[in-house]
T-cell receptor
């Protein structure tokens, strides 16, 4: 049972434009959401998170939006840079319990 | 080092052999997780250790898989009688404090290949 879903396996964006990565979840008990970035042959690295009491969190070029009624979150990267090319995983948890990860979206930023 | 350390980084073994994978979490992190990522797939949860509580083993795919965490620090994941479908990258992660919103920090994984 996939509780966190990333329906787009890949995304290509021109350098300088906005990248929007989407994630849907099914468990209304989730109260903490995260995005991770993964380069080949490396472990995922934490990028940005959001608590369910917020609907937006911004950190530099990265902004995460949470729509609880739609059980949907998105990651916006603007402007996109070639170094952003990686696989992005969204994750969700109910505080104190295990994390659930999506299947990832491979982002390619074209110079 | 300051990060999560996993060893070996690569392991090639014959079908039917047992393998042991090691994870050294970040010092002071009380929560430890094991995941695996098969080719082209997402992160599959395996097991979760939280402090001194009984581990959440709900993700272990079969009884050939086991894990332990000694002294609340180092963890080993053991796969007995390996099968070709066990080939994957096995990732370990730790986080600071269970019960609070803290991100996980991942190691670089062990790439396991079963011949």
């Amino acid at each position: 049972d996939q509780q966190v879903k990333q329906n787009s396996p890949s995304l290509s964006v021109q350098e300088g434009r906005i990248s929007i990565l989407n994630c849907d979840y099914t468990n209304s008990m989730f109260d903490y959401f995260l995005w991770y970035k993964k380069y080949p042959a490396e472990g995922p690295t934490f990028l940005i998170s959001i608590s369910s009491i917020k609907d937006k969190n911004e950190d530099g070029r990265f902004t995460v939006f949470l729509n609880k009624s739609a059980k949907h979150l998105s990651l916006h990267i603007v402007p996109s840079q070639p170094g952003d090319s990686a696989v992005y995983f969204c994750a969700a948890m109910h505080t104190g319990n295990q994390f659930y990860f999506g299947t990832g979206t491979s982002l390619t930023v074209i110079p | 080092g300051a990060g999560v350390s996993q060893s070996p980084s690569n392991k090639v073994t014959e079908k039917g052999k047992d393998v042991e994978l090691r994870c050294d979490p970040i010092s002071g992190h009380t929560a430890l997780y094991w995941y695996r990522q098969s080719l082209g797939q997402g992160l599959e949860f395996l097991i979760y250790f939280q402090g001194n509580s009984a581990p959440d083993k709900s993700g272990l795919p079969s009884d050939r898989f086991s894990a332990e965490r000694t002294g609340g620090s180092v963890s080993t994941l053991t796969i007995q009688r390996t099968q070709q479908e066990d080939s994957a990258v096995y990732l370990c992660a730790s986080s600071l404090k269970p019960g609070t919103n803290q991100p996980q920090h991942f190691g670089d994984g062990t790439r396991l290949s079963i011949l």
